[in-house]
């Protein structure tokens, strides 16, 4: 990833990005002491030596102002020693002594961190706060152009738009396949605007990762945005799309305490912290291998309070924000999930249901449009009339995709044209459902 670098301070006549984004110039700026700078130097010349300034400034999204006098001092500590510059280079280059390397080592012993320097934990709440989803604003328009082209029914999103508008969370119920996953993950994209996420936040002396690549998606191409500017703000963080991070049955509680990686020594935010001012969805309510009891126990405080605690190896004890669209989806039954009192603290309750036969058609006519198959409308009356009575006439969302595809399945496995026909919806049929009566 990479991270604006300014060894020289310019000055531009661009509007500066919000308080507490904007460039440090000093030390102070970045309430960063010294000691933990120097440290952090130490640890990046023990991995990658003979760096120039300006490297050692990309590295650790450090403007070189604020780096300088530290290096000063590690040189006159004798811990760092410069190095001359040969034809390419446009100033020195800098490398640890014996001292100097028995330091860097002390400090991974404590700390395994060598990235980009963290921000302060207090500067991190106050930027969740003004990012927060609550910030929001979803109209009834937003939500309509969201699923101008999804077959939906007009009262769910006449009860979706609001939920997400309120940015408390959200308790989604329904059958399988009827599109709760789907539908949830696109409700990010009504949280508008980019954010910014720092790379890593300190609390105490303690650094804890928190950019992922796996849900920061860096906005690329954002000379529009008036946040943003590509000279001002604090490289140690990034602008990104609202993370969206959804976690299924493979979720445990120790997931959503902080990680620390023995070997290396350094700590990993949970995913709650990693959804910070975006959508975290818990799918499959239910179905993960630890008690849904102690799950939902879990997020009681954070729901309300608006903030989570978590602990270090040490004992510390700390609170962090809670802010985002956190959505619940089951397809179990929700009162047999969660007892009246925690879903009295769930500020939404939405149902998904099946399909009636009109937008049922609807998608499934989208859907043969999407991939490249040819309706017959008399093959499609017989499934509607012969089919789907033989499964109760449960009409998912989810079965003209899964159908449709077994359909081009089935024409390619023949060399056949991508078209409906009796046979090949029939063959889609058998594959698709279950025929107990078949077996034994």
């Known amino acids: 990833m990479e991270v604006e670098l300014a060894n020289s301070e310019s000055q ?16 102070e700026e970045t309430g960063l002491d010294h000691f933990f700078v120097a440290d952090l130097l130490l640890k990046h010349l023990n991995l990658v030596s003979n760096q120039t300034l300006q490297q050692l400034s990309h590295h650790l999204a450090l403007p070189g102002a604020v780096l300088e006098p ?70 009834e328009e937003s939500i309509h152009r969201l699923f101008h082209d999804t077959v939906v029914d007009e009262h769910l999103l006449a009860r979706l738009g609001p939920a997400v508008h309120s940015g408390r969370a959200i308790f989604i119920y329904g059958p399988a396949g009827s599109g709760k996953s789907y539908i949830s993950r696109q409700l990010v994209r009504l949280l508008t605007g980019p954010v910014y996420v720092p790379y890593s936040i300190l609390v105490g002396d303690t650094v804890i990762s928190l950019f992922d690549p796996e849900f920061h998606h860096p906005v690329h191409g954002h000379a529009q945005d008036p946040v943003h500017l590509s000279h001002g703000h604090d490289p140690r963080y990034v602008l990104c799309h609202r993370p969206q991070v959804t976690t299924g049955g493979e979720l ?43 799950l939902l126990n879990r997020w009681i405080v954070p729901m309300e309070e608006k903030r989570d605690f978590l602990n270090l190896r040490a004992g510390q004890h700390f609170a962090v924000p809670f802010d985002m669209l956190l959505i619940f989806s089951t397809n179990l039954n929700p009162l047999e999930l969660a007892d009246e009192a925690f879903l009295r ?8 249901t099946t399909l009636a036969p009109e937008p049922y058609l609807r998608l499934w006519g989208q859907v ?73």
């Open 12 to 27: 531009s006549t661009e509007p500066r990005p919000p308080s507490g984004i904007a460039r440090p110039h000093t030390l």
């Open 70 to 139: 530290v290096i000063n001092l590690l040189r006159q500590e004798a811990k760092v020693e410069s190095r001359s510059a040969d034809l390419s280079d446009r100033g020195l280059r800098y490398a640890l002594t014996d001292r100097g390397r028995a330091s860097a080592l002390d400090a991974l012993s404590r700390d395994g961190y060598s990235g980009p320097a963290p921000v302060l934990l207090a500067d991190y709440e106050a930027l969740v706060r003004r990012q927060s989803v609550s910030r929001c604003v979803v109209t």
């Open 252 to 294: 445990t509680l120790d997931m959503l305490d902080l990680k620390f990686d023995e070997q290396r020594k350094q700590y990993q935010a949970p995913i709650q912290l990693k959804a910070s001012n975006g959508l975290l969805l818990i799918d499959d309510l239910g179905r993960q291998r630890v008690s849904h009891v102690d």
């Open 345 to 352: 603290r769930i500020g939404h309750k939405i149902g998904f």
């Open 368 to 440: 043969c449009q999407d991939l490249g198959i040819e309706d017959d409308p008399d093959v499609t009356r017989t499934m509607m009339t012969e089919l789907y009575p033989t499964q109760g006439n449960t009409l998912l969302p989810c079965h003209p995709r899964d159908l449709l595809g077994l359909v081009g399945d089935y024409c390619r496995y023949r060399g056949l044209p991508a078209r409906l026909s009796p046979e090949s919806i029939r063959w889609a049929w058998q594959n698709y459902f279950v025929q107990l009566d078949n077996v034994g």
